[in-house]
């Protein structure tokens, strides 16, 4: 009987858990109701405000005028007085939803139907909860994954390994997001199924890829790096002094960086650097009337576009590998969840069934 944003509680900012707290106006309402006050005013239902008993459906008003307030930033009230809120809530004017709003023909139906007035007229709890707004349907969530594990199947079969673990990943992802929402016991089970055969698909085309790569010489091995090898200078000796250019100055040094990053195995940051600078000499190349500059120029951005082709390729393994790891402690996190599940519910007395009553 006190639903309002502050007792809302988010366990995380990605896929979060919903919680209700502050239980401090909590109470079992039996079948004659309640005449007491009770809630915040602004969400209190207006049956709390007359002589009539109430029940549980307030919780249902005040989960519309919730609703409403993250929709557009504000209650459904215009008052400035605690009286004139009173009235407002007590009177039989319909909740006006801004024409402009663009929201769901969905969502609209069901800020209506609880924001009704007449209890007798509001949706009810089974109802609320079927709701198309508010019920998951998943099974197209589920064709979509496989439909990804297919296309990642198919890449393998047609030999491009690095696509096929990309698809992979994409749809064991797919399915651990899906896992997390879904109370469908058996489709669990079968997830968790796909998920754990798949995390060791992945790992096998993560190893061919690399034996692969290794073996036609098209990648350094990690040991070997190219950024270990020596890089062609620029300097007086070479007619290309960058002295006194400092936009190529810069641009040279935002290679010579990535060189340190790739050593550290910061793909990402090192390619940052490279593509910087590349884009400088790239540009400096193509208005260099200097047949010796352009000829020293173009050797040193060859050999850093190498160094750049093969600092995104690792850059991507990298990522994939981070992406499986996820996965893996996902799934860990998930079974792990579920055990402490099925042993909270067998410490539970199944022959009792207690109700707690809060004065």
Not at 188 to 204: P, S
């Amino acid at each position: 009987m006190d639903l309002k944003p502050e007792n809302i509680l988010l366990t995380s900012i990605e896929k979060p858990i919903l919680k209700v707290a502050d239980f401090g106006v909590a109470q079992h309402i039996g079948q004659q109701g309640s005449r007491s006050i009770r809630g915040t005013l602004v969400y209190m239902a207006p049956e709390i405000l007359s002589s009539y008993p109430y029940d549980n459906r307030v919780d249902l008003w005040s989960i519309g005028v919730i609703l409403y307030e993250c929709l557009f930033g504000r209650p459904p009230f215009v008052f400035s007085t605690v009286q004139q809120l009173i009235d407002i809530i007590k009177s039989n004017i319909p909740i006006e939803i801004p024409n402009d709003a663009q929201i769901s023909p969905e969502c609209r139906n069901l800020l209506e139907n609880l924001l009704q007035r007449d209890p007798n007229q509001r949706i009810s709890f089974p109802d609320f909860f079927r709701h198309p707004f508010i019920s998951i349907d998943l099974l197209p969530q589920i064709a979509h994954a496989d439909n990804i594990l297919q296309q990642a199947i198919n890449y393998e079969q047609s030999g491009d390994l690095k696509k096929a673990l990309d698809y992979r990943v994409q749809a064991l992802d797919e399915y651990l997001a899906i896992i997390k929402v879904n109370e469908d016991t058996d489709q669990r089970r079968m997830l968790r199924m796909k998920v754990k055969q798949g995390v060791v698909v992945a790992e096998d085309l993560k190893k061919r890829i690399k034996e692969t790569t290794t073996n036609s010489g098209l990648t350094p091995s990690l040991t070997t790096t190219t950024s270990l090898l020596p890089s062609p200078s620029i300097s007086p000796n070479n007619d290309l002094d960058i002295n006194n250019d400092k936009e190529l100055f810069d641009a040279y040094q935002h290679c010579l960086n990535g060189n340190q990053l790739m050593n550290a195995f910061m793909f990402a940051q090192a390619c940052e650097q490279y593509e910087i600078g590349l884009d400088v000499m790239l540009r400096v190349a193509r208005t260099e009337t200097d047949p010796t500059k352009i000829k020293v120029l173009r050797n040193v951005i060859s050999h850093y576009l190498n160094k750049a082709e093969s600092c995104k390729q690792r850059r991507e393994a990298q990522r994939l590998d981070l992406a499986i790891e996820k996965i893996k402690q996902d799934s860990e996190n998930d079974v792990t969840i579920m055990n402490e599940s099925i042993d909270e519910e067998k410490k539970q007395p199944s022959s009792l069934q207690q109700t707690c009553h809060l004065q």
